[in-house]
């Protein structure tokens, strides 16, 4: 992929918030193209990053926030608050389908596809449990935004659950729709000047781990885990890309209900400003 730059939304000595790219992988994959660390080893040098160690993980074409620990006691209570559900992650999701109610909950197991073992399938008794919660935000007509939080970790858990449901992501080359979105695609009269041709709005994975945040720090650990000194705060937000937030404007522009395809109108304002999302 061509050379990047990280945005770094926090760091101190003990933590590394970044709003990770679409398209980079957080460990080394088959295609070889540079992984994570080597973008933030140019960006931050090599002794900083040689120190970072994960503790979640985003998919390859999934963008937004993801945190590092820069030490090994870091990573020990960080890897605690997941396993132990204190963390809160909240990602935002193009989909397409009529969305049948405000919200709801997904409980399906999953398990390996049997035909392609990289891929995750609805499985029944026999997968691992996998619960999503998820919120619609906004209406578009046959297009939706929603605020979906997996409330455990499986792999491409939100790729294969919102299908479940009938609502799968507008692009989702894994497990759906691999074509770009349009404007033409809901516009009304929509028209293309002469010997124009039309360039998509996005053509990305409709999928951004928009906010993360912690639910509860035990007061022991939370001292363990920074200097008293220090406060950071306990929710995190990765802004949107280009592609992702210029789809959601013209989502609203040209839907038959404009802002009021929000359910809560200032939910527009909140993401495109990159505010907590309640």
Known sequence: MPKTKIEIIYTDDDILVINKPTGLSVTKDRTGTAQLIDILAEQLGPQITSELRLVHRLDKDTSGVMILARNKQAQSVLSGYFERKLVTKTYLAIVTGVVPSPNGTINAPLARNRKNPALMCIAGKKGKEAVTEWKLLADFGTIALLAVSPLTGRTHQIHVHLPHIGLPLAIDPLYGNSQPLFLSDFKPNYRLGKNQTEKPLIDRLTLHAYQLSFRAQPQAESRNLIDNSLNPPDCFVAHLDKKFAAAIKMLTKHNPNGL??????????????????H
């Open 260 to 277: 009021d395809a929000f359910l809560n109108p200032n939910d527009f304002s909140v993401i495109i400003n990159t505010q907590k999302l």
